[in-house]
């Protein structure tokens, strides 16, 4: 019992590596350079309307995006607002689509992994799901991210409270995948 625990280990610590190795190539997709040209990054999701593309890839320029949007509902109740979308053609599974959501509740006393599990499930089904394109290149895994506070794409803060999930699409549906 004890070899298949430290099998487990050893395969948990390389899924890590290469998640941290991979999130510091994504790049941005849904962030677009305002209308007065100052090369600022403005977060823009459009509501599905179950047709369209999502948009180019954008250059990883300009300033930590903000939480926009209205508040996204999810199981647990807390308010979340989405944060971006980056898209990673270099993972090892192949192209990955990452959502970011910002919630300052995930930090409270309430909130636990079980609570944050059921909401990234949602946001996978409710939220990302829809917004994948119809044609094209699709993603082999959505990676959702839920944290505490913005913290910058591939950046480190051991303050900031985070919780992260993994999906493959199959059959039309959000499936959990280990990370």
């Keep these: 019992m004890l070899r298949g625990a430290g099998q487990a280990g050893a395969a948990l610590r390389g899924a890590i590596a290469i998640v941290l190795a ?30 369209e593309d999502l948009p180019a890839p954008a250059q990883e320029t300009g300033p930590v995006p903000t ?24 993972g090892p599974q192949g192209m990955t689509l990452r959502f970011r959501f910002v919630a300052p509740a995930v930090a409270g006393a309430g909130y636990d992994a079980e609570k944050a599990s059921a909401d990234l499930q949602a946001l996978c089904d ?48 959000c499936q959990w995948e280990l990370f």
């Design 22 to 51: 991979v999130t510091l190539t994504a790049r941005p997709i849904h962030a677009q350079e305002d209308e007065a040209g100052e090369g600022e990054m403005i977060p823009a999701m459009p509501a599905p309307t179950g047709g």
């Design 126 to 173: 409710g939220y990302a799901l829809p917004r994948v394109s119809k044609t094209g290149p699709q993603p082999a895994e959505l990676v959702l991210d839920l944290a505490d506070r913005v913290v910058p794409f591939g950046a480190s803060d051991e303050t900031a409270v985070q919780f992260f999930e993994a999906y493959s699409i199959t059959d039309g549906a």
């Design 67 to 90: 939480p926009s949007g209205p508040a996204i509902a999810v199981p647990s109740g807390i308010a979340l607002h989405w944060l971006e979308t980056r898209m990673d053609t270099a």
